[in-house]
Nanobody, 116 residues
C-alpha cells in the first residue's frame, strides 16, 4: 500500500538547521509532484515547498525563500527539505504530500520545534 514516512524532525535552536526526509513507497514516485506542508498549533496547514516530478522546478512560500531547499532523489523514492536559519515561527508538524490527482497521498508528519 501507499506509504509516505517523514523523518528528521526534532528540537533545534533558532538559527539552526534540520533536514527532513520523506520516504515513499507503493506508487510510482517519479511521476508525482512532491510537496512539503506544515501545520502549527491553532493554524491551518500551509504549503512550504514543492518540486516537480523530475525535480526541475521548485517553488517556495515567500517566508521560506532563501532558507529552505526542497530536493528529491527518484532513485531512492525520497524527497527532502533542507531547512536553514530556523526561526521559532517555523515550529510546526511538517508533512509531505504526493500529488498527481486529487487528493494525493499524505504522510503522518514529523514535529519540528525551534526553541532556545
Amino acid at each position: 500500500q501507499v506509504q509516505l514516512v517523514e523523518s528528521g524532525g526534532g528540537l533545534v535552536q533558532p538559527g539552526g538547521s534540520l533536514r527532513l526526509s520523506c520516504a515513499a513507497s507503493g506508487f510510482i514516485f517519479s511521476t508525482y509532484i512532491m510537496r512539503w506542508y506544515r501545520q502549527a498549533p491553532g493554524k491551518e496547514r500551509e504549503l512550504v515547498a514543492a518540486i516537480t516530478s523530475a525535480g526541475g522546478i521548485t517553488n517556495y512560500a515567500d517566508s521560506e525563500k532563501g532558507r529552505f531547499t526542497i530536493s528529491r532523489d527518484n532513485a531512492k523514492n525520497t524527497v527532502y527539505l533542507q531547512m536553514n536559519s530556523l526561526k521559532p515561527e517555523d515550529t510546526a508538524v511538517y508533512y509531505c504530500h504526493a500529488w498527481r490527482t486529487w487528493p494525493g497521498y499524505w504522510g503522518q508528519g514529523t514535529q519540528v520545534t525551534v526553541s532556545s
